[in-house]
């Protein structure tokens, strides 16, 4: 009676066999988690990196309408009939609207062009392009928004060459519409980009640079990369659904060849 009485309790087989299929799941779950991760920061990553790209892209492009801009302006400043105009406007309207025209005529998106005194007040009343010369963009072409379109604008000096030193008689005022010319050139579709929210003042021009860093680009996903995730989220998940079927398969097989027998031992 006492034997019986301190007799230690034994587990079912089963649920030692229960306790080996966790054990065996339980690892197989956390490495496929961690391997799915472990694509999805690798996904994460490229598509930082093609945003980069994106932003690169689009800041050479941008720089290079820049400078077709600023090379017009340069042109028309360095024109005996615009420093003529300085000293007599009134044929102001005829190189704006002709000689002005023929100029800007195979450069696309050169939407205004104006004559600017000294002071940065627009020469006659007759202006298109801004109330005001823009300090900011002196030197080299900047971005303003104006309603729903994005201009790049550029004021290049006019000096009268006749004296020494040069006298600046005032500026040669361009701007080029940046929304047609992305349109026009494919820019956002060569580099993958979807959408530009940009975050420009409508009062004062941003630099070319600093107008690309705050944009808020929508970059479309690289196929490539979308692909080689989805193969690692499906070889992981066949990995972990081939583990849980050959161990279960294992637990049913020891379960009919080693549990059932004892059992009836027992």
Known sequence: MLSLRFKKPFLPISWYLLLFMLIAIVPAIISAHYSVKQAEAIQRQAEVQTAKRAQANLLREINHLGEELSDTAKTLAEW????????????????KQTRAREVTRYRGQVDAADLYAASGKPLTSDVTLAPIAYTGAMGQPALMKEGAHVYILYFHPVTNTAVTPPVVLGYVGMRKNLNLALDKFGILRHSSILNVEWHLSTTEPTRIGDAIANAVLQVSPSAEVDALSHLVHQVFMEYLGYTVGLIFLL?????YSIARPLTRLA
């Open 80 to 95: 005996d009939e615009t420093r003529t105009l300085f000293s007599d406007a009134t044929y102001y309207n005829y190189w």
């Open 251 to 255: 637990a049913v097989l020891l379960t």
